[in-house]
């Protein structure tokens, strides 16, 4: 008979933090390296109005030109997404 080849597929699994897609292995390694700095646990996502006040801190420690810069990203994500509803 003939020796067959093949890849075992790892369980894949959701990040309760950010959403993100990992094999089931990596997930503990992804949350304590992407997501330890901010201080969420895995236990306690994020909320929107949390994730708003953070983005609201942030800007407000930017430079004039800092602050422009964001505010044409986010008008560009923006139009991207006003884009992508209207196509599904």
């Known amino acids: 008979m003939g020796r067959r080849v093949g890849a075992l597929q790892m369980a894949t699994v959701t990040c309760d933090i ?3 897609i990992f094999s089931q292995r990596y997930l503990p390694s ?3 390296l992407a997501h330890s700095k901010r201080g969420y646990s895995a236990s306690a996502p ?4 949390e994730a708003i006040q953070e983005i ?8 004039n030109k800092g602050r422009r810069r964001v505010v044409r990203l986010l008008a ?3 139009k991207d997404l006003e884009k992508g ?3 599904q």
């Open 18 to 20: 950010c959403g993100g």
């Open 30 to 32: 992804h949350k304590r």
């Open 46 to 49: 994020m909320i929107e109005k």
């Open 56 to 63: 609201a801190s942030l800007y407000g420690n930017l430079s």
């Open 76 to 78: 560009a994500k923006d």
């Open 85 to 87: 509803e209207k196509i």
